[in-house]
């Protein structure tokens, strides 16, 4: 089965965003994949992991730049990481 990866892109109730890569295969159904992920914003599909890896690296990038990325942040969405 031919693999490829899914950059999955979210936004959390405090406007803080994240991403991940998820590995899925020809015969998965993305559509169901997809539908269960809360604040999900945007799948989009890499047919090779160092591809989407580009991507999502670019992307935390410039959230921690602009101060929306989640991982940043405690659970409550306002105070700032200890690291």
């Given at each position: 089965?031919?693999?490829?990866?899914?950059?999955?892109?979210?936004k959390?109730?405090?406007?803080?965003?994240?991403?991940?890569?998820r590995?899925?295969?020809n015969?998965?159904?993305?559509?169901?994949?997809?539908a269960?992920?809360?604040?999900?914003?945007?799948?989009?599909?890499?047919p090779?992991?160092?591809?989407?890896?580009?991507?999502?690296?670019?992307?935390?990038?410039?959230?921690?730049?602009?101060?929306?990325y989640?991982?940043?942040?405690?659970?409550?969405?306002?105070?700032?990481?200890?690291?």
């Open positions: 089965m031919k693999k490829f990866y899914l950059l999955i892109q979210d959390d109730k405090h406007g803080h965003f994240s991403a991940w890569i590995p899925v295969t015969s998965d159904n993305i559509a169901a994949i997809v269960g992920i809360p604040g999900i914003m945007a799948a989009n599909i890499y090779t992991k160092k591809e989407a890896a580009r991507v999502w690296d670019m992307l935390i990038k410039y959230w921690q730049q602009d101060g929306v989640k991982w940043d942040y405690m659970p409550d969405g306002v105070t700032p990481a200890p690291f």
